[in-house]
């Protein structure tokens, strides 16, 4: 991906026992750089003890909010990033204070430890497409209005607007990469509550019949893990792109109905039925929802290379192998 940039390096992953923060400690550790993890291990995330299974690096079972903890795993990083944090939209509305602290507070807790113990570091954080809400116009382009529509899109926001302040006023190297749905190896199967690709993904492996909230005629772009590391990785190395946001989007929108078609065709057959949407998540619905990524195809060249079809290969092929480690 970025042929031994990283190699020797001093890298700390937020985050690293779940979904990317592993997939990135693996990669990087792959690659020949001294890689640090830091993860408390939350309850209902991502974070999975198999995902450390093989990693080559410094592992830490610590909350980010502890500074006490935090500040000698920061001291002397060259790379940060910062994938630790709450994903559910739901869960962050039935417990919005748990995501204050997972998404904002933690946020802010790394980067006053950066700033005293590795202030020239590059660090790279995960926000989300949720940051907009419903869109007024399509592709979502990073000038769209900043309206979540739930406390997940809130404090991710918040925790972007830490990272750009620390930018604009200490000089500190922050940018921030808004993510769309986001797949792959790695991810939690357990519960629907962390986005809907990888619990289809499951009821599909299981033979089970999959929901599609009011019709599956919305759109939504999709990224491939691998994707994503990618535009981090770059990302880290273009100065170009300090203090800037920047969205990660997919290859192109899809109806949740083609995406299903697609993943029944993968998994070998499948059945779904159409069901109207539950209240309490038709209120934090964002309907068609699809970004544009060309500004950080011209900033640093990345565009996403894996087709959805080829994405849910491999992530089947992968919880073929260990679907019950996920579930
Ligand atoms: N997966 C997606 O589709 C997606 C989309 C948009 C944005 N993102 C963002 O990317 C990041 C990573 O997502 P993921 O899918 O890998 O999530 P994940 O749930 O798999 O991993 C998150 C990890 O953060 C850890 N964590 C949470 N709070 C912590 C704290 N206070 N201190 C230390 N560790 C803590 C958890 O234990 C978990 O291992 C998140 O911040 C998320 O908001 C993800």
Known sequence: MTAGAFRGRRVLVTGGAGFLGS???????????????????????????????????DIHRKDLRDREAIGPLVKGQDFVFHFAGQVSHSDSMRDPFQDLGANAEASLALLEACRRGCPEARILFSATRQQYGRPRYLPLDEAHPQEAVDINGIHKRAAEDYHLLYHRVYGMRCTSLR??????????????????????????????????????????????????????????????????AYNVGGERPYSLNEFVRVLFEVVGGGTSTVVPF????????????????????????????????????????????HLERYT
């Open 179 to 244: 993510l769309t749905n986001t797949y792959g190896p790695r991810q939690l199967l357990a519960h629907p509550r962390q986005g809907f690709v990888p619990w289809f993904v499951r009821l599909a492996m299981e033979g089970k019949p999959l929901q599609l909230f009011g019709g599956g005629e919305q759109r939504r772009d999709f990224s491939y893990v691998d994707d994503v590391l990618e535009a981090f990785l770059r990302t880290a190395l273009n100065d170009a792109t300090l203090g800037e």
């Open 23 to 57: 997939s990135m400690a693996h990669h990087l550790s792959a690659e020949g750089a001294q890689v640090t993890v830091i993860d408390a291990m939350v309850k209902d995330t991502g974070a999975n003890p198999f995902n450390l299974e093989g990693l080559k690096a």
């Open 278 to 321: 539950p209240p309490e998540k038709k209120s934090i619905d964002i309907g068609d929802a699809y970004c544009t990524a060309d500004k950080l195809a011209r900033a640093v060249g990345w565009a996403p290379k894996v087709p959805l079809k080829e994405g849910l290969e491999r992530t089947v092929a992968f919880y073929r192998k």
